[in-house]
């Protein structure tokens, strides 16, 4: 059973920033592609950043030029690195590998942003 686990959330001031990671369970190139997600109180889970197998990156636009998805195979770790941090990136941040049809998801880790 495939596992991902999330850490590096938590309280952060506007401008701030915070590094996301995710420490799967088995060899991160098994997966077609690894990402992360966000979900809000009441809103849908949204797309923000993925990474392919093959190094393609692919940024929600809000995301584009704050934040910067990586990888470290040797860890099994996918990173988030997030800056310039606004209130309303507030949310669940969670992590996602997929293998053909199949998704996987982190149990996700708070991310609040706030003076």
């Known amino acids: 059973q495939v596992q991902l686990v999330e850490s590096g959330g938590g309280l952060v001031q506007p401008g701030g920033s915070l590094r996301l990671s995710c420490a799967a369970s088995?060899?991160?190139?098994?997966?077609?592609?690894m990402g992360w997600y966000r979900q809000a109180p009441g809103k849908e889970r949204e797309l923000v950043a993925t990474?392919?197998?093959?190094?393609?990156?692919n940024y929600a636009d809000f995301a584009k030029g704050r934040f910067t998805i990586s990888r470290d195979g040797a860890k099994n770790t996918v990173y988030l690195q997030m800056g310039s941090l606004k209130p309303e990136d507030t949310a669940v941040y969670y992590c996602?590998?997929?293998?053909?049809?199949?998704?996987?998801w982190g149990q996700g880790t708070q991310v609040t942003v706030s003076s």
């Open positions: 088995e060899n991160i190139f098994n997966f077609n592609a």
């Open positions: 990474i392919t197998v093959g190094g393609t990156t």
């Open positions: 996602n590998a997929r293998l053909l049809s199949k998704a996987y």
